[in-house]
């Protein structure tokens, strides 16, 4: 069940790359990302005043951390998306799921199974046809948008990874709540440096925008990841997670009209095999360790 949430959850936000992208003829980042955020944020508090519940020990470091991660990733995915389409955002942004398990290995010394980096390894060679980094026919402004949308996948590698450390101990709608309310912090702070704008002639389209990403793809979304990391590992959230970009190219294909040609297909195809290697290897893995143990002595 947590699988196929963060799945359902996954292909929701691969619509949200294009949406993002033309909001921000509207607005500036941190306009959109203050409006966004501070949606989530009033949605989110009114469920915590409602609900009461009491926060322990760790909460604020944890929810603070899990915030800046979140400040981070948005910010620079967001400004990338001024460079770069939504489906190279996306695609880069799926990144991520190269580096969870090595910090998943190498940070915590979590255990990760051998499925999980053939699925890793499958999606990272989809993600590489996909994007071309070594296209000679990209320009410089898009190749900045790529670098940012790059480092982005880094901190979004960093908020899965401890979601999944730190969702168990703590209740959700606080802890979703802080992370929304430290990246609105951030992004309030970002207004008077990067020469903020707004257009009023596209206030219809910066209104729905904001109501669908703060709503539905910040405050219920971060709700559900919070809820399905506990009770699935970091690596599978992050495999799982990987099927973003290709939700994204999807979705701006059909509805915004970007072309797709063969290597993205082709990349696309690969990173649902190695969703589907992590998934499937994984549960066979674990089926074979079970039965061992019961084996032996």
Request: glycine fraction near 12%; aromatic fraction near 10%.
């Amino acid at each position: 069940m947590a699988d196929l949430a963060l799945l359902l959850l996954t292909l929701a936000w691969g619509t949200t790359f294009l949406f993002v992208n033309r909001v921000l003829d509207v607005a500036s980042p941190g306009v959109f990302l203050s409006a966004r955020f501070a949606t989530a944020a009033v949605v989110l508090g009114a469920v915590a005043l409602w609900r009461r519940d009491r926060v322990g020990a760790g909460f604020l470091r944890h929810g603070l951390l899990l915030g800046l991660f979140m400040l981070a990733g948005f910010v620079l995915q967001t400004i990338g998306l001024r460079y770069t389409t939504p489906a190279r955002s996306g695609f880069l942004t799926g990144l991520a799921v190269l580096i969870v398990p090595f910090f998943a290995r190498f940070l915590l010394g979590r255990k990760v199974r051998v499925a999980s980096w053939v699925g890793v390894a499958l999606a990272v060679a989809g993600l590489l046809a996909l994007t071309r980094p070594l296209a000679d026919e990209l320009a410089d402004s898009v190749r900045f948008g790529d670098a940012l949308s790059a480092a982005c996948a880094v901190a979004f590698a960093l908020q899965i990874v401890f979601t999944a450390e730190w969702a168990p101990r703590h209740p959700l709608v606080p802890l979703t709540l802080a992370q929304v309310a430290v990246t609105f912090a951030g992004a309030v702070a970002l207004l008077p440096v990067e020469g903020a704008y707004f257009h009023a002639a596209g206030a219809g389209v910066f209104a729905g925008t904001v109501a669908f990403t703060g709503v539905l793809m910040t405050a219920v979304a971060f709700f559900v990841q919070n809820w399905g990391q506990r009770h699935t590992t970091a690596v599978r959230a992050a495999l799982i997670f990987s099927l973003e970009p290709v939700a994204a190219a999807l979705f701006s294909h059909l509805y915004g009209g970007e072309p797709l040609g063969r290597a993205d297909w082709i990349g696309g195809a690969l990173i649902v095999l190695g969703v589907v290697a992590g998934e499937v290897g994984g549960a066979l893995e674990a089926r074979g360790e079970t039965a061992g143990e019961r084996a032996s002595p």
